[in-house]
Structure formats: C-alpha cells, structure tokens
T-cell receptor, first 114, second 114 residues
Framework: DADVTQTPRNRITKTGKRIMLECSQT?????MYWYRQDPGLGLRLIYY???????NKGEISDGYSVSRQAQAKFSLSLESAIPNQTALYFC?????????????FGPGTRLTVT | SQKIEQNSEALNIQEGKTATLTCNYT??????LQWYRQDPGRGPVFLLL?????KEKRKERLKVTFDTTLKQSLFHITASQPADSATYLC?????????????FGKGTKLSVIP
C-alpha cells in the first residue's frame, strides 16, 4: 500500500461548492504539507502542519483552509470553489531521523472547477 | 522576482550522454538544497539532498554540486537513458533557518532521445 494516499484522485465541481481533499499517511511523520501545481507556476505551498496542534499558512493560503484531524490525516478544504483553483493538488509528509528534510508526496488530486 | 530559477524549461539529450541541469537562487542562504524527479501526473519523488557545507553528493548515476558563493546547484545524470526522461525539480529552504518548509523551482523537463 502507498505510504501517502489522497482522495479523491479526480474531482470536477462547480463554482461556489465546498470541497474537501483528504490525505492520509502511514509513514508516522509529524509534518504534513499541501501544495498546488499549475502549468508554468510550479509547486506552491498552501498550508503546512508540523504537528496536530501546529498549522501554518504557506505562500498561497487565501481561499483554502485545512484540518489536521490526527497525526496521519491532513485535509484541505475549498470553502467556495472558484475556477482559478483548478489545479493538481499534492499532499506531502516529512519525518525525523536522518532524512528529516525529505518530503514524500502522494499521487495527487486533479481538481477541476467549472 | 523569481526566487528559484531553473534556467531551462526543457532539455533534450542523446542517450548515453551526461545531462546537466541548473538551479540558481538569489538572496537566500539555504542550509540545504534538494532535487526531485516528477513523472507526468504523479507526485515528485525525492532524489538527493546536499547541505551547505557539502560541495558534491553522488548516488549511482546522479551527482549534485552546491556552490553557495555562486548560489547555484548543478544536477548531473551520467550515461543518460530514456527512462531518465522526466521533469526535475530543485527545492530549498528559503527561510535559511534549516526549517522543513521547501520552495520549489518550476522544473526542467528532460527528454533523453534513444
């Protein structure tokens, strides 16, 4: 089984709808991240969490919110989706030990807002 | 202004040759720099990390250099193969505090031609 999973893998939604993207990990890592990737803009950090009680805004947090329900689960919500939130969304984790800085990515969620 | 620049959007190279990709950054003193590989529609995969006090790091056919004076990292793939075709991303901690927060370059798409 994959270490970092994301659901759904694909989603089409309408403008104004609320949508939640979910991320689960079995790596036992404390740190989790949400990114979006757009052609020509690369990967950009939306939110990150260093433990269950520590959540921080990233470069482009406007229009998004997150919830860290447990060490293994980190959800991203779009309260009122808009077309320019159409993108590929990735969850990532990083942990301790000698490889503390490496990030492990999930397979991504392709979101289309019409 | 662009924080991290990978100065080739695309690079085509003949099989068997050495591919060299460049990552430049400005105004930061990162404690480390990382390289990732991303295949179409998939999440990035960690390849190598090099620290500020390291000049060079190797892993199989991969070699990374890090010149903190030039603010540049070079990523080399020797004896390139068609299977090496992918987009390669550099990433670094722009906070300079050895944090776990990464900022990614836009990537270089490498195509290895048989």
């Amino acid at each position: 089984d994959a270490d970092v999973t994301q659901t759904p893998r694909n989603r089409i939604t309408k403008t104004g709808k609320r949508i939640m993207l979910e991320c689960s990990q079995t790596k036992g890592h404390d740190r989790m991240y949400w990114y979006r990737q757009d052609p020509g803009l690369g990967l950009r950090l939306i939110y990150y969490s260093f433990d269950v009680k520590d959540i921080n805004k990233g470069e482009i947090s406007d229009g998004y919110s997150v919830s860290r329900q447990a060490q293994a689960k980190f959800s991203l919500s779009l309260e009122s989706a808009i077309p320019n939130q159409t993108a590929l969304y990735f969850c990532a984790t990083s942990g301790g030990g000698g490889s503390a800085y490496e990030q492990y990515f999930g397979p991504g969620t392709r979101l289309t807002v019409t | 202004s662009q924080k991290i620049e990978q100065n080739s959007e695309a690079l085509n190279i003949q099989e068997g040759k050495t591919a060299t990709l460049t990552c430049n950054y400005t105004n930061y003193s990162p404690a480390y720099l990382q390289w990732y590989r991303q295949d179409p529609g998939r999440g990035p995969v960690f390849l190598l990390l090099i620290r500020e006090n390291e000049k060079e790091k190797r892993k199989e056919r991969l070699k990374v250099t890090f010149d903190t004076t030039l603010k540049q990292s070079l990523f080399h793939i020797t004896a390139s193969q068609p299977a090496d075709s992918a987009t390669y991303l550099c990433a670094l901690d722009i906070t300079g505090a050895g944090s776990y927060q990464l900022t990614f370059g836009k990537g270089t798409k490498l195509s290895v031609i048989p």
